[in-house]
């Protein structure tokens, strides 16, 4: 056991149970706090569905960016792109080592935890220039199949994690429009995040670049309106881009409001009584829209 400072808030006592630091080592900066070590798993269970050379920047739990790319540079500055406001006192994960140029360019912003499979011998003392931030070395992965445990009044719920890593098997194109490759790819990519973000949940990507991200919200319409909106204040075109959505549309008014920006291809798990509504929209606006069948509500 480890007692921490405090909690989610001072004013609340906290503990950490476990072999949390079996996975992650520190190399630098202040003790783990309760809400870093829960940004810290949030982040780095996104990052383990990405490929090589990505970059998640996690702020509250949820995702204010993520990105692939050639290079872990690459990947790190789109994914600040989507929300470099959001970044600011935020967890950025990456998957691949980092080396100075990177370093010098994570030191411009103020980041409370910086975690990374390991780090190049002259970036170590770039970063260390901020005495406070923690540096985190990952040392194992912690995507594995297990349980969720929450407390109850009276008990607890326990639930299989949703441990559906990059299983595309079953997608299904329910439009007259077929994806093509690229469209797919990004498709996946928004679908990832999608499913690591707290519902209801929508992402716009291009790619393979979050350009807005409206999680948390409690009708998906809105989900939609945020994420607009987010792309809006930080000038990223949605003009070709995908969107993603973490359960089935309920109604087509969210085809009517995501064709407004220019996206071509929709991804969500279908189930709706109102499917054909829906697929009848997309149609309509010669969208491609493909089905996966398993929902990804996260709370």
């Known amino acids: ?41 949030a982040a780095v ?6 490929e090589p050379n990505s970059c998640v920047i996690v702020k509250h739990n949820n ?42 360019k994570l030191n411009e912003l103020f980041l409370e935890v910086i975690i990374a499979p390991g780090f190049a011998e ?13 540096i985190l070395k990952q040392l194992k992965n912690i995507s594995e199949r297990g349980t969720l445990i929450k407390t109850i009044p009276g008990g607890i719920l326990v639930q299989d994690k949703d441990f559906l890593s990059n299983d595309f098997s079953n997608l299904k194109t329910v439009t007259e429009n077929i994806p093509d490759e690229k469209q797919l790819k990004d498709l996946k990519f928004a679908w990832t995040v999608a499913k690591n ?8 990507a291009k790619d393979k ?9 409690v009708s998906r319409i809105d989900a939609v309106k945020v994420a607009v909106m987010k792309a809006s204040e930080f000038s990223l075109s949605l003009e070709n881009a995908v969107v993603a959505s973490d359960a089935f549309f309920p109604f087509a008014d969210n085809i009517e409001e995501i064709v407004k920006h220019g996206i071509t ?6 189930g709706s009584v109102r499917d054909d509504e829906v697929i009848n929209a997309a149609n ?6 493909v089905f996966t069948g398993k929902r990804h509500f996260k709370h």
């Not at 056991?1 to 520190?26: C, K, M, V, W």
């Not at 002259?122 to 923690?134: M, N, S």
């Open 1 to 41: 056991t480890r007692t921490l400072r405090y909690g989610e808030n001072p004013h609340q006592q906290a503990t950490l149970y476990g072999s949390f630091f079996d996975y992650f080592e520190i190399l630098h900066g202040k003790e783990l706090s309760y809400n870093n070590i829960l940004d810290i798993t």
């Open 63 to 104: 995702p204010a960016g993520a990105a692939s790319s050639s290079t872990l540079l690459e990947a790190y500055n789109k994914a600040l792109q989507c929300d470099p406001v959001a970044a600011f006192g935020g967890i950025v994960a990456l998957n691949q080592i980092v080396d100075a140029p990177l370093a010098s």
């Open 209 to 217: 670049m979050t350009l807005g991200i409206g999680a948390g919200q």
């Open 122 to 134: 002259d970036a170590l003392p770039i970063l260390f220039k901020k005495k406070d931030r923690r």
């Open 284 to 289: 309509k606006y010669s969208l491609a829209m």
């Open 197 to 204: 973000a707290k519902s209801n949940a929508i992402i716009f």
């Open 45 to 50: 269970e996104l990052l383990e569905e990405l």
């Open 265 to 270: 291809a929709v991804i969500e798990p279908g």
